[in-house]
């Protein structure tokens, strides 16, 4: 670290214990710029532990933060200020970390209309067949993940009501020209296999798989689904079978033949771990196995 910069990161110790020392004398707690942007820091980071560290220090409270940030014109549906900050945030990343993956998710909320930092919210924001302004039932939300980094993002908050395929796709369009104006690349959308999301996908390519980079015509966006989701259609129809035994049967690529899982083998591993205090199948439970049967 340059002398230069270890000077400055001195002077804003200094600048903090200073300000600690007048809180103890004065009766009016005024906090240093430093103080304030040091609390804000650990308060977005942390709520829970901001409040344990004014145990020890005399720090803003946090209801002063909250009137501080309310007037801050900053949301992941505003483009302009989402842009600005993607420029900053991809300055400071390496060529692998500028992969990314969008993630598209929906939220459910409460229909209705609140006023929140000097403005109504809770309006959807898709069209409707009637022109009628409704209120928003889910909130789509459009997020970036590097594919080979810890950089995670929230770049849009959509508010919809009943929102099409054809609805989502275009504004999948619109936040990959927003991520990639960003110098990012975004190599494939992530999403659940929901009737929605798969006209959207039909929608964006043509079979279903991939389609051209708008960015760049050599490179392909790949289409998946999230292995989560997956993983739970295979389970629900699992526990649904209706055959003996509860046996599913898969092809096995590999070696060219039939595999046949019954639902008795996953039972026997519980019975067998459920007393155990370590476990191969430590997340079998009886909730899994029989909740849904017994329902």
Not at 118 to 128: D, F, I, R, T
Not at 155 to 167: A, C, D, F, Q, S
Not at 230 to 239: A, D, G, H, Q, S
Not at 265 to 273: A, G, L, M, S, V
Request: proline share 2%; aromatic share 12%.
């Amino acid at each position: 670290m340059s002398n230069v910069k270890m000077k400055h990161l001195l002077n804003k110790h200094l600048e903090l214990i200073i300000d600690q020392l007048k809180q103890m004398v004065f009766n009016k707690n005024r906090y240093c710029p430093a103080t304030i942007i040091m609390s804000f820091i650990i308060y977005s980071q942390s709520p829970s532990c901001y409040n344990v560290i004014r145990d020890f220090f005399v720090l803003p409270h946090k209801r002063y933060l909250q009137s501080i940030s309310s007037s801050l014109h900053v949301s992941p549906r505003d483009d302009m200020n989402n842009k600005n900050y993607l420029l900053n945030i991809c300055k400071g990343l390496s060529d692998n970390e500028k992969i990314v993956a969008l993630i598209i998710d929906e939220i459910y909320v409460s229909s209705r209309m609140d006023y929140r930092s000097q403005s109504l919210v809770g309006s959807a924001e898709n069209e409707n067949s009637t022109g009628d302004c409704e209120f928003a039932k889910t909130i789509v939300t459009f997020m970036i993940s590097s594919v080979f980094g810890q950089m995670n993002e929230v770049i849009k908050l959509w508010p919809v009501h009943n929102v099409k395929g054809l609805e989502l796709a275009k504004m999948t369009k619109d936040v990959i020209d927003l991520v990639q104006a960003c110098n990012f690349e975004i190599i494939c959308i992530i999403t659940d296999n929901h009737s929605i999301n798969r006209i959207m996908f039909k929608n964006l390519s043509h079979n279903g798989f991939w389609f051209s980079n708008p960015k760049s015509s050599e490179k392909n966006i790949f289409l998946l689904f999230d292995f989560v989701h997956i993983f739970k259609n295979i389970w629900k129809n699992w526990i649904n079978l209706k055959n003996l035994h509860k046996t599913f049967v898969c092809y096995d690529f590999t070696n060219d033949e039939l595999k046949y899982a019954k639902f008795q083998h996953i039972e026997n591993i519980y019975e067998k771990e459920k007393c155990l205090l370590t476990k191969q199948a430590y997340k079998l439970n009886f909730k899994s196995l029989y909740a849904c049967r017994l329902a």
